[in-house]
């Protein structure tokens, strides 16, 4: 294990996911100029006791699909509009990054070349073991997948040791919880159990890559940013999805 000021930190390389909706704050904003300094904190402070970080951040609190508040867009055009949101989210939290002291590159999925560079196994790989965070926008860069299937790519490609992915809600439940009183929080799942169950913490595209590629999620709440810390000590803040 690798020697944290926190503790004992578990894991060399994460992929880190970060819900758009959890980033936007509690006051209604697009982002949250506070939270996302908070959240750079944390990482720029893992970095600092050896710690390598993919970023890949959703787009929830700006986009949600060709269908939202009453749109009736082409899916494919609106999964486009999902991508672009995410290079919005992923500038901003470059921005932060950078600010805190961490060198950061932003790599999309597809070619956006006046404001990031493309997408690269190689470059990320270097780039990450140079001591450099890297923000993966865009997903896998087509339509009809979701931010979770491209963060499981991505730790497959970057050899991730864990995919961390921070919600707005602290594990997998059998049911919505923030609908359902009762909802019942699991501690630990397979991916066949994900599959058979059919629970939305995961799609079934993500859930068969990260099956067939052995991944472990950690499913935590990004509500307090200290728990990315907690993640990377090997904490078990939410539910673990594995095989």
């Known amino acids: 294990m690798l020697k944290s000021k926190c503790g004992q930190v578990s894991y060399k390389r994460v992929l880190l996911k970060l819900s758009g909706e959890a980033l936007s704050g509690q006051d209604g904003k697009i982002l949250s100029g506070d939270f ?5 904190a944390e990482i720029k402070k893992c970095s600092d006791n050896g710690v390598q970080f993919a970023i890949v951040i959703g787009a ?8 939202q ?7 494919v055009r609106g999964d486009h509009m999902g991508m672009l949101a995410t290079v919005i989210n992923s500038l901003a939290m470059q921005d932060y990054l950078i600010k805190a002291g961490l060198k950061t590159r932003v790599m999309s999925a597809f070619e956006i070349s006046q404001v990031c560079e493309p997408y690269s196994q190689y470059k990320a790989i270097d780039a990450l073991d140079n001591g ?6 865009c997903g896998v860069g087509y339509p009809f997948f979701s ?3 491209g963060m499981i790519l991505r730790a497959a490609e970057l050899k991730c040791d864990i995919v961390l992915s921070a919600k707005n809600v602290d594990g997998v439940y059998d049911k919505d919880p923030h609908i359902f009183p009762d909802a019942a929080k699991y501690e630990r799942l397979t991916y066949e159990e994900v599959l058979r169950k059919d629970l939305k913490a995961l799609d079934a595209t993500a859930s068969a890559i990260g099956k067939e590629n052995n991944i472990k999620i950690l499913v935590f709440a990004l509500e307090d940013p200290f728990n990315i810390t907690r993640a990377v000590s090997g904490e078990n803040i939410g539910t673990i999805v594995s095989n």
Do not use: F, M, Y
């Open 147 to 149: 931010t979770d299937t």
């Open 69 to 75: 508040n009453g749109l009736n867009i082409d899916r």
């Open 60 to 67: 929830g609190n700006i986009w949600r699909g060709a269908r």
């Open 132 to 137: 450099e965070a890297v923000i993966i926008p």
């Open 36 to 40: 996302l300094e908070r959240v750079s």
